[in-house]
């Protein structure tokens, strides 16, 4: 995987592996790689990933970035070697497995022993010594009460226990494998275990079987006194009649003519996350001591190899989810813009801090073939994958109506309808979209639902975008109206997410628009992506480290002073 390598001078070089489709770099600490440079911005720069090859992009930063002492003025493909630099920091780019540095590195072998882990069992009677116990007092009893197997018997058994049960296998199969051992150990007709289910409290049948593994099971009840012993108390339960014992009176196991009956909990230790349970209805086939001692140690040695099988498959499940979410989050990352379009006499930027690894937020630029430049920013309601679905299929429906359709309200009208066919009725989106002709400056606009979006006039005036309509997929037949603006050389259009606005301090205070605004008015000067790095200094100093709660998504469209203006102010 393709590394970025970060030289300090006083220390020794980090490696950071580029895990992202899209990774940006600044010294904020929303940055995939944040870097104590005082002389960079706090978003930089950003290293994008296409295919085999990885590209560098300046994202408007006030003192520009280097590579290979070049100022990157648009995307560059990194190489090899390449170095990238941002303030005082040089950033070296390795896309080999190999190190950079040359030289030899001794790998030693070191041939100390380790230490093997060991499992304690907190009960007496769920360990293997019971085993030796039950095999001891097989050999030496000497009434004439039938005895669950001969000691070479029980010892092959346990030994098989062993040998079947050290197999790399599935937690069902190594379930089948315990119901085979059960009915080798003791003279059961039927074999159920039961086991949580995540974090559930409650049991649930995990496997069933019968010993000539032919026909139905039946319905099997366990007393939930006999449960409580088992699961709750970690106790073996045992009955040779259960028509006589009072635990079963009046129930399903009386009704089936059950005469034996044994319960032995299944867990490591304290912790009990299931029961194996086993009964007979044949009266010459009574479960005995002996019986119960083997059967609670093989439920000990079983519940080892259990244990493992549940974490190794909650493991694998994890890895699935999370590559799942890797592709989901590369794919969503693919349709945010590659990099701000350059628009003479403008000034456009867009930065999207997702709160989760996949974000709900969307924000776009699309040049129209009339010239003018579509401008826009979603919010879909709820966060994760959901949302990032939800937001894929947002930006289709845009870039499929945003040319096909004469006036703002017709296009979004037509979003809307799809989405409210699309997305479930539980969800919404809140879209902003508009279009800038550059050379008259004019805005045209539709708010649907969203946050206003600020124009700071360079006077100092603000002006709030809200006209528009209700939140897209909530109601087919929604109206829609446009607004109309203009953004005059100087101002500054600030489109923002709820993430920006709803950021919280400690004390549960809002940021609010009237600081985002008061934000942008002290820095009209700045760029685009100074304005945007402002903003983002003072969300974090606002917050004082109280972590996001959702999607900070910011879009900086600057029309630019004219030339004779500037001139002006030099002079005056």
């Known amino acids: 995987m393709a590394e970025l390598i970060v030289k300090y001078p006083d220390r020794a070089a980090e490696h950071f592996q580029i895990s992202r489709l899209r990774m940006t770099i600044g010294r904020s600490a929303r940055n995939d790689l944040c ?8 978003v930089h720069a950003e290293v994008r990933n296409e295919g085999d090859e990885y590209f560098l992009q300046d994202l408007g930063s006030a003192n520009g970035t280097l590579y290979n ?47 093997e882990a060991t499992i304690a069992l907190s009960s ?24 669950p197997a001969k000691q070479s018997d029980l010892l092959a058994l346990i030994s098989k226990v062993g040998v079947a049960l050290l197999a790399s296998v599935t937690l069902n199969e190594t379930l089948e494998q315990i119901v085979a051992l059960v009915f080798e150990a003791v003279p059961a007709d039927r074999c159920m275990i039961m086991m949580r289910s995540g974090k559930s409290p409650e049991l649930k049948v995990a496997v069933a079987r019968l010993r000539d593994r032919a026909g139905e099971v039946g319905e099997i009840r366990i007393s939930r ?8 108390n970690g106790k073996s339960v045992l009955t040779s009649d259960a028509q006589a014992d009072p635990r079963f009176m009046g129930g399903t196991v009386m009704l089936q003519g059950v005469r034996s009956v044994l319960a032995v909990p299944l867990g490591v230790g304290a912790n009990v996350f299931g ?19 083997v059967l609670t140690t093989l439920a ?37 813009p590659a990099a701000a379009p350059q628009i003479e006499g403008y000034e456009l930027q867009g930065i999207s801090f997702p709160c989760y690894e996949i974000g709900g937020d969307y924000y776009d630029f699309i040049q129209l073939e009339c010239g003018k430049m579509v401008v826009a920013l979603g919010d879909v309601s709820g ?85 528009g309509g209700l939140p897209l997929g909530i109601m087919s037949d929604a109206e829609f ?63 004082q480290g109280t972590p996001a709660a959702d999607d900070i998504t910011l879009v900086i469209v600057k029309r630019l002073a004219e030339a004779a203006e500037i001139a002006a102010a030099v002079v005056s």
């Open 300 to 336: 000990s040695v079983a519940a080892i190899r259990v244990e493992n099988a549940r974490l190794t498959e909650e493991q694998m499940e994890r890895e699935r989810l999370e590559r799942e979410q890797q592709v989901a989050s590369e794919i969503q990352q693919r349709f945010l």
């Open 275 to 293: 029961i194996i349970y086993a009964d007979s209805p044949l009266s010459d086939n009574r479960f005995t001591e002996d019986h119960l001692k």
């Open 69 to 115: 002492g070049s100022v990157v003025d648009s995307a560059v493909t990194l190489t090899r070697g390449g170095r990238i630099q941002i303030g005082e920091t040089e950033i070296v780019f390795n896309d080999s497995a190999f190190p950079l540095s040359s030289g030899a590195t001794m790998i030693t072998d070191n041939s100390s022993s380790i230490p």
């Open 35 to 42: 870097i104590p440079d005082p002389f960079a911005s706090r």
């Open 124 to 147: 007496a009677d769920r360990t293997t010594s019971g085993l030796f116990e039950a095999i001891e007092g097989a050999r030496t009893r000497e009434d004439s009460a039938p005895r």
């Open 383 to 467: 966060k994760g994958t959901a949302a990032a679905l939800l937001m894929s299929s947002l930006h289709a429906a845009v870039h499929a109506h945003a040319e096909s359709h004469e006036s703002i309200a017709s296009a979004i009208s037509a979003v809307n309808r799809y989405l409210v066919e699309s997305i479930p009725p539980n969800r919404f989106v809140t879209l902003f979209y508009a279009e800038l002709d550059p050379k008259a400056g004019s805005l045209a606009f539709l708010n649907a639902g969203h946050n206003p979006p600020l124009i700071v006039h360079a006077g100092g005036t603000m002006e709030q975008l809200a006209a």
């Open 225 to 232: 006194s006999v449960i409580d012993e088992v699961v709750t």
């Open 481 to 543: 109206r446009e607004g109309r603006t203009q953004l005059r050389p100087g101002d500054v259009l600030v489109i923002y997410s709820d993430g920006v606005s709803e950021a919280v301090n400690p004390s549960g205070e809002e940021f609010g628009p009237t600081r985002l605004y008061e934000t942008v008015a002290r820095n009209l000067d700045a760029s685009a992506g100074g304005i945007r790095d402002r903003i983002e200094s003072a969300l974090t100093k606002f917050c």
